[in-house]
Each structure stands twice: as C-alpha cells, then as structure tokens.
C-alpha cells in the first residue's frame, strides 16, 4: 500500500511538469477597486505566473500596518503613499520600486452651492479629512500656504460618507478625484476640487515599495516583481473596459458599478502618464521637494540619505563618468523606423515593437529619457546619424561597413529564411537553390551579407514583404528572403495560405544597438546594457509580436480535394439533368391531379399544421438538449482545475498518514497534523465552492434576461470568450480578438450571448469535421457611423454555394446525423433582427466564411 501510494506522488509529481511557483504576498493599502487593477491583471493574465510568482495579494484591513507588515518580513512587498518618504527618513528601512500615480488622486471638495472660492475661504469651514497629517500632508501644506488660520478650521474624523457633504454636515471633504466625483455627478449635486497639485503640492500615489532586507538578498526578485507589476498596469490602462469587468466581478468588496469603477479607471489613467513620463517613474529630485514640504511642516528635522530609498539596479551597471555623462545629456535621441514591425513601427503616435521593448527594458538600467525622431527606412535612420540628428539605433540586423555607425555585441541572433509555395518541398540543404530567383526588400540591411556570403545568389529587389509574397505565389520567383522574425510577423497579419517558411540558411543575423561612431562612452553604456539583455527577455518579446508555423513535408491534401470536387462537380451536372428529365414528366402527371388536390387542399393543410407542432415540439426539445450537452461539455472542461486540485490534496493527507510524517504521541506535532489537515480540507472546501460556482456561472448564460442592459458588442464577448476558452483551447482552435467597437446599444445579454456561441460553435464543427490544422477564429468589433459591428470569421473552409441562401431557414441543418436541429441559426437571426432592429448576413471569405452583425444605437421606444 505504502509502495503504491509513493508511486501515485510521483505520478502526480512528474504528471505536473511544472517548476514551482515563488510564493510572495502584496499587501494593499485600500480595499478592492481599480485602484489596484494593475495588481490584479498581473495575476489574472499570467504576468506573475511568467516572472515566477505566485503571489498572495492581501485584502486591507483598517487594523493593517502596511510599513510594519513590510519589515517585519509579513509581507513581500507593499504599497504605500508619498508618506513613505517620512517613515524612511524615521529609519524604517525600506526601498522603494515605482510610483503608480504622478500626482496624487487627493483632492478636497467643496459644494458649488458653498462660499467657497478659494483656500483662503476654508477659515472657519468644517473639513471632513483623516487624523494622520503624514498621510494627507499635501491638504495640510496646501491649507498653510494660503495663510490661513488653521485653528479657526474645525477638523472632524472621516467617516468617508459623502452624504455628509451634499446634506452640508461639513463644508470641505477629502476624497479622491476618481471616486467621490463620479457619486457627486450621479447625484446631481454641483461641486468645486481644490488640488494641492495646483498650488505647487506635487505629491507620488500608491507607491509599491519592499524591505531593503528584501532589496539586498533578492535584488533579483525585487526587479523581477517590479516590472511584471508595472506590466500587468499597462494592460490594464490598455484595456480598461475588460479590467472593470474583471474588477466588477472578482475584486468589488464595495460593490462598485461597473460605470464608477471606469470612471475611476479613465482619471487614474490621466494621473498615472504625465507629460510622458514612463509608467511607475520615481524621481530623486521630486522626493527631495517631498521631503521639503514635510521639513517645512516640522515632521523632519534631518538631513535624509537617498542613496537606500530609491530602488535601483544601476549601481553597479555604470562607471561614474557614464552617469556624469547622462546626466549632462539628460536625453538620447533615438531614431525609429516607423514602418518596419515587428522590429519597429509607430501606432497611434507611439512607438511600438520589439525594439521598444528592448529600449524599455534599458531604462530600468540606465534611467535616462528617450527622444524618438521617426524615419521611413533604413537610409534615412543612417542619414540621421551622419548628421548627428540621432545617437543611437535601437535594431540594427547585420553589421554593414557604415563607419559612421559602430555596432554593440549583438543582444540577438535571428534565423535567415526562406519562404516558399507549399508546394515546393523543404529546403534541406541551401546551397542546392542558389541557382533559383529570389526576392528581397529593396533597401534592406541584408543584402549586403547575403552578397558577401554568396556571390552567386540571384536577388531580385521589391518594395514590401507583401509584394515578395505575390511574387513568389505568382510564379515570379522562387523564394522571398528575409529575417524570421520579420517573416513570421507578415504571415500572421498578410493573409496567404499558399506560402510557407521552407527553410534557413546556416548564417544568423546579428541583432543589436548601432552607435554613432564618434560617441565613445555612449557606446559603452550601451554595450554593456547589450550584453546584459537576457535571451529569456528576448524570447519572450519576439512570442508577443510573432506566431510561426513550420512545414517541413509536402502534402498532397489540396490536390485530393480538387479532384474530389471536380468529381462532385460533373455527378452534380448528370444528376441535374436526370432530376430535370424526371421532373419534366412528373410535372405532365401533376396537372392531372391538381384538380383533385385542391378539393382536398383544406384538410391536408391542417394535418400539415399539425404534424409541424409535432415536429417543432421535438426538434425544440432536441435544440434544449444540444445546448445542455454544450453546456456540460464546457462545465466539465473547467472543472478539470480544481478537481485535479482535490486529487493532489486528497493524496498528500493520505501519504501524510500513510508515510506516518507525524508522531500523534507528540503534543505539538499533534496539533501540527490538525493544523496540516484543516489547511487542506479548508482549500478542498475552496476548490469545492469553485466546482459549484462554475456550474451557477455557466447556467445563468443560459438563463433569459428580464431586462435589456447599455452595453458594447465586446461586453457578452468576453463572457462568451470566458465559456468558450477552455473548449476551443482543448480543440486548438486559436480565437483572436480584435474590438475597437465603442457604440453602446441596448441588449438582453445572455440572448446575445446565445448567438455568438451559436455561431462559434458551428465554425469548431466545423473545423473538426474538415480536420482543419491550423484553426483560427478572428473575431473583430468596430462602429460605423451609429452602427456596432462585430464580424466572426474562420478559416474552416466555408459555405457551400448551394446552400448558403438557406443557412438561416428553420430546420435546416447539415448535420441532423449528429443531433442538428436547423434552429441555432435561425434563432440567432430571429433574435438579431426582430429584437434588435439589427441586420447578421455571412459570406466566404479566402479559406472559410465571416458572419456580420449590425446592429444601430438607437432605442426602440416600444421596447421594455
């Protein structure tokens, strides 16, 4: 038995294949709202699990001592306000790692109603503000600088009740500019902000800080945490309406509304990027005017060392002459291409792709600003750097004899490919197509090399990736080179599935900074800042921008279909015209019965009627079924989790008892087993509630709303994505989303609902029934003018012609074999265009077909 339960531990063992997880904790100073969502997204899209962590986030309690929680070691890290500055300066020993809010959120607030103006017209007002003159000491200094006598103000403790405002029990309320606004405009009620910010009192928010204990065993951990927090704080500005959803759900102890948790979001925002200061930025210069202040107000008396407060990883990294140099500079002018993704580009005035990110990953090092001077090609970047205009260039692929540039040790080596038809077979050995016609971009960094390296090599020069492409599909050439990187961001965003990456030459392209070749120490800085840059971070960037897929065998699929479908073509033909010859006849036969059929027409309807009642009742029956079957498949997918969960708790307190781990003879190894039993009964107690959870989450969306809700076409997306995501993963079926739509229109949302995953799953049948390789559902929302537009497509194959006009009739299906009903498309039709006014239409598209949903604005008065 004990044998046996060894075996089952290592099964499980080996069976979750994973390295474990950091445990971490971070305390919050707040209760839970999107005041932190950038914590959260960190843990709910992966970007913990990524670095490492499995981080505690731990709830705030009114008894919390953030600062004593942190060096006591209770907690990892925590996150604290601009009073961090005072509790360092007392000799708390702590480091802190960036600053989420620019400018504080703090704000006082008067009623428009009030006589007040001014601050000097808070004299003899009653403040509502909190006791701790630390914590709100920007209102306090604000309040000294106007002169006013504060002992005429009468203070009461926050009860952080706004209702004690607009009912005019005090004059002046201390709140936040992202939260008590928003109830005050719901309300109706008119009021005035008074920022400290505006009379020069520019305070840090919601700092994220940790023990220097921690800073110097783990200096490591600590920047390793700081930035997949300020990661998961970029998606989450990015992406502010499914954060709020998220929040709305999971993270909502004050049951916040969805509308004041994005207006808390859309303000903080606004606090979080000033004047294009990177996320999290914290300055040596802002907290010496910090500590002024508080200097000022008598809460310090001494001079305060920085050099442990600020967290920094730079310490060792630069020799003093390269600091004294970028402090002199204080800018590097950098020059982009900005039409060169995935390497460089520009979207929306910023600059993006994977040279941005390895330019990001520098400031940490160097902590020096960046000026982007945009460029059209690789000529007029170097043109830039022969004129001095420009410092430094951020991707350079080969090394070129421009000796006004001189190049870092390459940061990254990058495949040289070949992309072909799919016809030609896999390129195993180079040299033996070297006689063949290829194409390349004009202009491109690599034609020196591939010169060099093979004089022989017959380039043709063509102005895009996409024109190399077509060339290559046309016949024209028989191969388009480029870097992998490159390529493979061209074949996830130019549609062809004619093409595919063949092969590589041996020679790698050496990837690094180019240098202005007359600049010595900066060179140095930025050598030292390449060899330094991590393959793993590289790797990772590189999966953000590209997805490849390898061919490495000719297939012969297409060629079987074709003639499979000339066959079907011609039987088509001939048994047309069998059926027409035969019908021509029949029809010679009807005439003499048509007489007959009339007299009888009347009672042939009515059992006709009746037999359809029938038929609608089962097949009714028959779609409720489906969708349950649907239903339960999707539950089961998302139980796996937990109970595979159960299952290894389950076998550690069994090998617990087995194994004999405790002596139950001994008093505190005693309680030490009660204690190891109630902590796994309590999780499988958590994991339990999970299963129950699941199985009411997943029964509401098929529950009829009672009443139409405001929303965008993306907001049931993502709960039809959240249903769908472990069904479609566990079939690799990619779903891609692309939601731009803002419009919002009034729908019943599980109806809604309802239809998306009717359709998405018609595309997965057929996907399975097509046995497609590379599955891929695109589904994108954008407005036209008052319409909201969400369009499904797929690569599955498509509609048949034939029956593409009868796809929405009711009873057809294609697949009554397999439990079809013929309703699923019909209902969504019925649903789209009587209860929404709107328009749903599909057509093919190359590889597969794309359903359209329209649906206006505007509200139909009759409808409740």
Same mark, same amino acid.
């Given at each position: 038995?004990?044998?046996i339960?060894?075996f089952?531990?290592?099964?499980?063992?080996?069976?979750? *294949?994973?390295?474990?997880?950091?445990?971490?904790?971070?305390q919050?100073?707040?209760?839970?709202q999107?005041?932190?969502?950038?914590?959260?997204?960190a843990?709910?899209?992966?970007?913990?699990?990524?670095?490492?962590?499995?981080?505690?986030?731990?709830?705030?309690?009114?008894?919390?001592?953030?600062? *004593?929680?942190?060096?006591?070691r209770?907690?990892?890290?925590?996150?604290?306000?601009?009073s961090?500055?005072?509790?360092?300066?007392?000799?708390?020993?702590?480091?802190?790692?960036?600053?989420?809010?620019?400018?504080?959120?703090?704000?006082?607030?008067?009623?428009?109603?009030?006589?007040?103006?001014?601050?000097k017209?808070?004299?003899?007002?009653t403040?509502?503000t909190?006791?701790?003159?630390?914590?709100?000491?920007s209102?306090?200094?604000?309040?000294?600088?106007?002169?006013?006598?504060e002992?005429?103000?009468?203070? #009461?403790?926050?009860?952080?009740?706004?209702?004690?405002?607009?009912?005019?029990?005090?004059?002046?309320?201390?709140?936040?500019?992202?939260?008590?606004?928003?109830?005050?405009?719901?309300? *109706?009620?008119?009021?005035?902000l008074?920022?400290?910010?505006e009379?020069?009192?520019?305070?840090?928010?919601?700092?994220?800080?940790?023990?220097?204990?921690?800073v110097?065993?783990?200096p490591?951990?600590?920047?390793?945490?700081?930035?997949?927090?300020?990661?998961?704080?970029?998606?989450?500005?990015?992406?502010?309406?499914?954060?709020?959803?998220?929040?709305?759900?999971?993270?909502?102890?004050?049951?916040?509304?969805k509308?004041?948790?994005?207006?808390?979001?859309?303000?903080? &925002?606004?606090?979080?990027?000033?004047?294009?200061?990177?996320?999290?930025?914290?300055?040596k210069?802002?907290?010496?005017?910090?500590?002024d202040?508080?200097?000022?107000?008598g809460?310090?008396?001494?001079?305060?060392?920085?050099q442990?407060?600020i967290f920094?990883?730079?310490?060792?990294?630069?020799?003093?002459?390269?600091?004294?140099?970028?402090?002199?500079?204080?800018e590097?002018?950098?020059?982009?291409?900005?039409?060169m993704l995935p390497?460089?580009?520009?979207?929306?005035?910023?600059?993006?792709?994977?040279?941005?990110?390895?330019? +990001?990953?520098?400031?940490?090092?160097?902590?020096?600003?960046?000026?982007?001077i945009?460029?059209?090609?690789?000529?007029?970047s170097?043109?830039?750097?022969?004129? #001095? #205009?420009?410092?430094?260039?951020?991707?350079?692929l080969?090394?070129?004899?421009?000796?006004?540039?001189?190049?870092?040790?390459?940061?990254?080596?990058?495949?040289?490919?070949?992309?072909?038809?799919?016809?030609? +077979?896999?390129?195993?050995?180079?040299e033996?197509?070297?006689?063949?016609?290829?194409?390349?971009?004009a202009?491109?960094?690599?034609?020196?090399?591939?010169?060099?390296?093979?004089?022989?090599?017959?380039?043709?020069?063509?102005?895009?990736?996409?024109?190399g492409?077509?060339?290559?599909?046309?016949?024209?050439?028989?191969?388009?080179?480029?870097?992998?990187?490159?390529?493979?961001?061209?074949?996830?965003?130019?549609?062809?599935?004619?093409? #595919?990456?063949?092969?590589?030459?041996?020679?790698?392209?050496?990837?690094?900074?180019?240098?202005?070749?007359?600049?010595?120490?900066?060179?140095?800085?930025?050598?030292?800042?390449?060899?330094?840059?991590?393959?793993?971070?590289?790797?990772?960037?590189?999966n953000?921008?590209?997805?490849?897929?390898?061919?490495?065998?000719?297939?012969?699929?297409?060629?079987?279909?074709?003639?499979?479908?000339?066959?079907?073509?011609?039987?088509?033909?001939?048994?047309?015209?069998?059926?027409?010859?035969?019908?021509?006849?029949e029809?010679?036969?009807?005439?003499?019965?048509?007489l007959v059929?009339?007299?009888?027409?009347?009672?042939?309807?009515?059992?006709a009627?009746?037999?359809?009642q029938k038929?609608?009742?089962?097949?009714?029956?028959?779609?409720?079924?489906?969708?349950?079957?649907?239903?339960?498949?999707?539950?089961?997918?998302?139980?796996?989790?937990?109970?595979?969960?159960?299952?290894?708790?389950?076998?550690a307190m069994?090998?617990?008892?087995?194994?004999?781990?405790?002596?139950?003879c001994?008093?505190?190894?005693?309680?030490?087993?009660?204690n190891?039993?109630?902590?796994?009964?309590?999780?499988?107690?958590?994991?339990?509630?999970?299963?129950?959870?699941?199985?009411?989450?997943?029964?509401?969306?098929?529950?009829?709303? &009672?009443y139409?809700?405001?929303?965008?076409?993306?907001n049931p997306?993502?709960?039809?994505?959240?249903?769908?995501?472990?069904?479609?993963?566990?079939?690799?079926?990619?779903?891609?989303?692309?939601?731009?739509?803002?419009n919002?229109?009034?729908?019943?949302?599980?109806?809604?609902?309802q239809?998306?995953? +009717?359709i998405?799953n018609?595309? &997965?049948?057929?996907f399975?029934?097509?046995?497609?390789?590379?599955?891929?559902?695109?589904?994108?929302?954008?407005?036209?003018s008052?319409?909201?537009?969400?369009?499904?497509?797929?690569?599955a194959?498509g509609?048949?012609?034939?029956?593409?006009?009868?796809?929405?009739?009711?009873?057809f299906?294609?697949?009554?074999?397999k439990?079809?009903?013929?309703?699923?498309l019909?209902?969504?039709?019925?649903?789209?265009?009587?209860?929404?006014?709107?328009?749903?239409?599909?057509?093919?598209?190359?590889?597969?077909?794309k359903?359209?949903?329209?649906?206006?604005?505007?509200?139909?008065?009759?409808?409740?």
């Amino acid at each position: 038995m004990r044998f046996i339960l060894i075996f089952l531990s290592l099964f499980v063992s080996l069976y979750a *294949g994973e390295k474990p997880l950091e445990k971490v904790s971070l305390q919050l100073q707040w209760l839970d709202q999107f005041q932190f969502a950038g914590y959260y997204m960190a843990k709910e899209k992966g970007f913990f699990a990524q670095a490492g962590f499995d981080v505690d986030i731990k709830k705030f309690g009114y008894e919390t001592d953030v600062v *004593g929680d942190v060096i006591s070691r209770k907690t990892t890290y925590g996150i604290g306000r601009s009073s961090l500055i005072w509790y360092y300066s007392k000799g708390r020993e702590i480091s802190l790692l960036s600053a989420t809010f620019q400018i504080s959120p703090l704000t006082m607030i008067a009623l428009e109603s009030s006589n007040i103006n001014d601050i000097k017209d808070f004299m003899g007002k009653t403040v509502m503000t909190t006791e701790d003159v630390v914590e709100t000491a920007s209102i306090y200094a604000m309040i000294r600088s106007a002169k006013v006598d504060e002992k005429s103000i009468k203070y #009461k403790k926050h009860t952080f009740d706004i209702e004690e405002l607009i009912d005019k029990r005090v004059d002046l309320y201390a709140g936040y500019v992202s939260n008590e606004p928003f109830f005050l405009r719901k309300k *109706g009620v008119p009021y005035k902000l008074f920022s400290p910010r505006e009379k020069g009192f520019d305070f840090y928010d919601d700092i994220l800080f940790t023990s220097q204990e921690e800073v110097r065993k783990n200096p490591q951990r600590v920047n390793s945490f700081k930035n997949a927090s300020i990661k998961g704080w970029e998606y989450a500005f990015e992406n502010i309406e499914e954060t709020v959803e998220i929040i709305h759900k999971k993270y909502n102890p004050t049951n916040k509304t969805k509308d004041a948790l994005m207006f808390e979001a859309i303000e903080l &925002k606004k606090l979080a990027y000033l004047d294009d200061v990177p996320f999290g930025t914290i300055k040596k210069d802002k907290i010496e005017r910090i500590l002024d202040i508080y200097r000022v107000m008598g809460l310090v008396d001494s001079n305060v060392d920085f050099q442990k407060l600020i967290f920094s990883t730079k310490e060792s990294f630069l020799s003093k002459e390269e600091e004294a140099y970028l402090k002199q500079k204080r800018e590097i002018n950098v020059c982009i291409i900005s039409s060169m993704l995935p390497l460089s580009g520009v979207e929306h005035g910023k600059f993006v792709g994977i040279g941005s990110d390895i330019l +990001n990953l520098t400031k940490e090092s160097i902590n020096t600003s960046y000026k982007y001077i945009y460029t059209d090609s690789w000529e007029e970047s170097l043109q830039n750097i022969k004129d #001095k #205009k420009c410092d430094i260039l951020p991707v350079t692929l080969s090394a070129s004899n421009e000796k006004e540039l001189k190049y870092t040790t390459p940061y990254h080596y990058e495949p040289l490919v070949v992309v072909t038809k799919r016809s030609q +077979n896999y390129i195993i050995d180079i040299e033996s197509i070297l006689d063949k016609e290829f194409a390349i971009v004009a202009r491109s960094p690599l034609i020196e090399n591939l010169k060099n390296r093979y004089p022989n090599i017959k380039l043709n020069y063509v102005s895009s990736i996409e024109d190399g492409f077509n060339g290559v599909e046309e016949g024209k050439y028989y191969g388009f080179i480029d870097n992998l990187i490159t390529t493979a961001y061209a074949f996830k965003n130019i549609q062809n599935g004619h093409l #595919k990456i063949a092969g590589q030459f041996n020679d790698k392209v050496s990837v690094g900074f180019g240098i202005r070749s007359d600049d010595e120490i900066l060179f140095n800085i930025f050598e030292k800042l390449s060899r330094n840059i991590k393959h793993s971070d590289i790797h990772k960037f590189c999966n953000e921008w590209t997805s490849i897929n390898y061919i490495k065998s000719v297939k012969f699929e297409y060629l079987k279909e074709i003639i499979v479908l000339g066959l079907l073509i011609i039987f088509i033909i001939f048994y047309k015209q069998h059926v027409l010859k035969k019908k021509n006849i029949e029809l010679e036969e009807l005439k003499d019965k048509l007489l007959v059929l009339n007299q009888t027409l009347e009672s042939k309807i009515a059992d006709a009627v009746s037999e359809m009642q029938k038929k609608d009742t089962y097949l009714l029956h028959k779609s409720r079924l489906a969708q349950m079957g649907e239903m339960i498949s999707m539950i089961a997918h998302q139980w796996k989790q937990p109970l595979n969960a159960i299952s290894t708790l389950n076998i550690a307190m069994i090998m617990a008892i087995e194994l004999e781990e405790y002596n139950l003879c001994d008093k505190k190894e005693r309680e030490d087993f009660l204690n190891f039993l109630n902590d796994k009964l309590k999780k499988i107690g958590l994991y339990t509630q999970n299963l129950s959870l699941i199985v009411s989450d997943f029964s509401d969306f098929y529950r009829p709303n &009672k009443y139409q809700e405001e929303l965008t076409l993306n907001n049931p997306l993502m709960q039809a994505y959240w249903l769908l995501e472990e069904n479609l993963s566990s079939d690799n079926i990619d779903l891609c989303l692309e939601l731009t739509s803002e419009n919002k229109i009034m729908l019943f949302k599980n109806e809604f609902v309802q239809v998306l995953l +009717n359709i998405i799953n018609n595309a &997965k049948e057929q996907f399975i029934e097509n046995n497609i390789d590379n599955a891929q559902i695109l589904i994108k929302s954008y407005d036209r003018s008052e319409i909201a537009v969400m369009e499904i497509s797929d690569n599955a194959g498509g509609i048949d012609d034939e029956i593409m006009d009868k796809i929405f009739d009711p009873y057809f299906s294609t697949k009554f074999d397999k439990n079809g009903t013929g309703l699923g498309l019909h209902m969504s039709k019925n649903i789209i265009e009587q209860h929404y006014k709107g328009r749903i239409y599909v057509q093919n598209i190359e590889n597969g077909a794309k359903f359209t949903i329209e649906i206006g604005t505007h509200k139909d008065e009759n409808e409740k």
